[in-house]
């Protein structure tokens, strides 16, 4: 099955930028989404289609996504951003949706 | 407004059965996929499996083909997910989610339910 790779962690000083990946085999090649998902919550789309935002989602989160890597970007970052971030993509050889190994965002 | 409202926590003992729902409001039920998603104590996101309420096509993860059940009732715009019987390890919190624009391929999760705390211990 197709395997997404994220970092576990990543710490990032109030107004800085958090760069998050998720790599996989030629992840440029399909629709990469987004979830933040803060403790005691259900997740919260905040990315689809490897730089389109929902509604109501701030510009501050932006994505991009070639080759073997995908990224979500959180320029200057907010103390309400600390959150585990998840990337999502869907497996046409499997016909299944697979999830990223999440990444917490720590604001120091 | 879309709301996927799911049913409440539930404690069981091992080798017990269980049914959990997810009832879909505000749009049209049968015309998008429904997810369910695994997440254990601690742990990342886990997709379990799909269904299509308008027809109910339904397809599984090979790490849960056969530990669970996905149906869902039309009538009453409600999906399901059911263990014929549980095991410790399958405590966790489960979310059902909506899968954007009526189609499998490539959609995000556009609406999540809140979650259903699900604890198996004897």
């Known amino acids: 099955s197709y395997v997404l790779t994220q970092p576990p962690s990543v710490s990032v000083a109030p107004g800085q930028t958090a760069r998050i990946t998720c790599g996989g085999n030629?992840?440029?090649?399909?629709?990469v989404h987004w979830y933040q998902q803060k403790p005691g919550q259900a997740p919260v789309l905040v990315v689809y289609?490897?730089?389109d935002r929902p509604s109501g989602i701030p510009e501050r989160f932006s994505g991009s996504n070639s080759g073997n890597t995908a990224t979500l970007t959180i320029s200057r970052v907010e103390a309400g951003d600390e959150a585990d971030y998840y990337c999502?993509?869907?497996?046409?050889?499997?016909?299944?949706?697979?999830f990223g190994t999440g990444t917490k965002v720590t604001v120091l | 407004e879309v709301q996927l409202v799911q049913s409440g926590a539930e404690v069981k003992k091992p080798g017990e059965s269980l049914k959990i729902s997810c009832k879909g409001s505000?749009?049209?039920?049968?015309?998008?996929?429904i997810g369910w998603v695994r997440q254990m104590p601690g742990k990342g996101l886990e997709w379990m499996g799909i269904?299509?309420?308008?027809?109910?096509?339904?397809r599984y993860s090979p790490s849960f083909q056969g530990q669970v059940t996905i149906s869902a009732d039309k009538s009453i715009s409600t999906a399901y997910l059911q263990w014929s019987s549980l095991k410790a390890s399958d405590t966790a919190m489960y979310y059902c989610?909506?899968?954007?624009?009526?189609?499998?391929?490539?959609?995000?999760?556009?609406?999540w339910g809140q979650g259903t705390l699900v604890t198996v211990s004897s």
């Open positions: 989610a909506r899968l954007a624009g009526g189609t499998v391929t490539n959609a995000a999760v556009d609406y």
């Open positions: 505000g749009y049209s039920f049968t015309s998008y996929w």
């Open positions: 269904i299509y309420p308008g027809d109910s096509d339904t």
């Open positions: 030629n992840i440029g090649s399909k629709s």
């Open positions: 289609d490897d730089s």
């Open positions: 999502q993509v869907w497996d046409s050889s499997s016909d299944l949706d697979v």
